[in-house]
């Protein structure tokens, strides 16, 4: 049982339009959520984070929005550049075991 | 944010030999880190959870006898695959977990490539 979904295997956008990349939770107890970005033959990188306390958060181009009654967030990315293209995984956590539960991951295309 | 490495970046190996992978955390003090493995086109697969100075955790199939972890020290654990046969063949990645505000961020190491002949 999955509890952490992207239903989005991949995502071509225009560059400098806007990404958008979802993610849909089923676990209640999740009350902390991440979105990390891999290229291939690395380690994931982590880009942004939020808790369940918020429903918004903004680093730079990436803003993470969180809709706990319909259990999910989605990652904004704006202005698309070329190098945003990589595949992009959401994970929860809940605070009593801090074990990251992740999705399957969306692959990102950005186009020129 | 927390700075990780591993090493090596990638191993080539014969069947029946054991290969060693180190993960450090450079500039903070880790008690937790975790490992994980990832095959082609697949999310991340969670196989333990490495305490400073106790036994790992290991996640529902994964041997224990086989990955061997050893967390010695707040900067170092590192992940033996003991007779290592082609399938064991895979990316591991390390992590280590920094909690801030009440909450638990990962920051991972860029890898380790086993190619097991």
């Known amino acids: 049982d999955q509890q952490v979904k992207q239903n989005s295997p991949s995502l071509s956008v225009q560059e400098g339009r806007i990404s958008i990349l979802n993610c849909d939770y089923t676990?209640?107890?999740?009350?902390?959520f991440l979105w990390y970005k891999k290229y291939p033959a690395e380690g994931p990188t982590f880009l942004i984070s939020?808790?369940?306390i918020k429903d918004k958060n903004e680093d730079g181009r990436f803003t993470v929005f969180l809709n706990k009654s319909a259990k999910h967030l989605s990652l904004h990315i704006v202005p698309s550049q070329p190098g945003d293209s990589a595949v992009y995984f959401c994970?929860?956590?809940?605070?009593?075991?801090?074990?990251?539960?992740w999705g399957a991951g969306t692959k990102l295309i950005i186009k020129p | 944010g927390a700075v990780v490495s591993q090493h090596p970046s990638r191993v080539i190996c014969k069947s029946g030999t054991s290969v060693k992978i180190e993960c450090r955390s450079l500039?903070?003090?880790?008690?937790?880190m975790f490992w994980y493995r990832q095959f082609p086109k697949q999310s991340l697969m969670l196989m333990a959870t490495?305490?400073?100075?106790?036994?790992?955790?290991?996640e529902q199939g994964v041997e224990k006898d086989k990955f061997l972890i050893n967390h010695a020290s707040l900067t170092l654990s590192t992940l033996t695959v003991t007779s290592a046969h082609p399938e064991d063949s895979s990316f591991y990645i390390c992590?280590?977990?920094?909690?801030?505000?009440?909450?638990?961020?990962?920051?991972f190491g860029p890898g380790t490539r086993l190619l097991v002949l």
């Open positions: 500039d903070f003090q880790a008690t937790t």
């Open positions: 490495s305490n400073e100075g106790s036994k790992a955790t290991y």
């Open positions: 939020i808790s369940s």
């Open positions: 676990n209640s107890m999740f009350d902390y």
């Open positions: 992590s280590v977990g920094r909690r801030e505000g009440g909450q638990e961020t990962q920051y």
């Open positions: 994970a929860a956590s809940a605070t009593s075991n801090y074990q990251l539960i």
